[in-house]
């Protein structure tokens, strides 16, 4: 059973660029969550999804940033037009039913 | 504010020795979950711990949660440079799933 797989692994973009994580959770799992770890700094929740639904957005900042998990392929979280504050490991997280986070390895942004 | 304080923030040990890290709420959490993160990786699950007084092992490594499930402890046996690492805990406080993190501990192990 593969375990939380996130692409790419590292990604570079140019101050006003999109990019776009994407995290394709564990077999089994539909629950979906994403987690910013920025430098020097805790891992911070950001959004949390089920299979065409944002359950939980909160920590999501209010502008550039979205999220989606459709009913086929992995989910995704968009940032547009990044900035250098954007830089940061982004990981995702999958869990069934029963409970329990298993985590991707990331997603490390740099923006320059 | 920060609502999980973990200790020490960084612990150096000698290898073969036991070492403890732990990790405080100030309210009551629904479970809590231990991880592993090398440097510039992802987070290895290690333990979730659900029940007041609950306690796991896995080869060197136990966990206990007290049972107020306010507080957790992960204890280290005969510690390994295997186990050099930042030891982080999550808490879930039964809302909408979503963990907060403590800020981890550096452990780093001496041969």
């Known amino acids: 059973n593969a375990g939380v797989m996130q692409n790419p692994r590292h990604l570079v973009r140019r101050r006003g660029q999109e990019a776009r994580l994407r995290c394709s959770p564990m077999?089994?799992?539909?629950?979906v969550y994403w987690y910013r770890q920025l430098p020097e700094e805790g891992l911070k929740f950001m959004v949390y999804?089920?299979?065409?639904?944002?359950?939980?957005e909160s920590g999501m900042p209010k502008e550039r940033f979205s999220a989606e998990f459709p009913k086929e392929g992995p989910s995704i979280l968009r940032i547009q037009q990044v900035v250098r504050g954007d830089s940061a490991a982004y990981f995702c997280?999958?869990?069934?039913?029963?409970?329990?986070?298993?985590f991707g390895p990331g997603t490390r942004l740099t923006v320059t | 504010s920060q609502e999980l304080e973990q200790s020490p923030q960084s612990l150096i040990v000698q290898e073969g020795k036991n070492l403890t890290i732990n990790c405080t709420s100030s309210k009551t959490l629904y479970g809590l979950y231990w991880y592993k993160q090398k440097y510039g990786e992802g987070l290895i699950f290690l333990m979730m711990?659900?029940?007041?007084?609950e306690e796991k092992s896995h080869e060197k490594i136990t966990a206990k949660l007290d049972e107020k499930k306010q507080q957790s402890s992960l204890h280290i046996t005969a510690s390994q440079p295997s186990h050099a690492g930042i030891y982080l805990c999550?808490?879930?406080?039964?809302?909408?799933?979503?963990?907060?993190f403590g800020k981890g501990t550096k452990l780093s192990v001496k041969p």
């Open positions: 077999k089994g799992h539909s629950h």
């Open positions: 997280a999958s869990s069934p039913s029963t409970g329990g986070q298993y």
């Open positions: 711990l659900q029940k007041g007084g």
């Open positions: 999804l089920q299979k065409e639904n944002i359950i939980d």
């Open positions: 999550g808490a879930d406080r039964g809302s909408q799933g979503n963990l907060i």
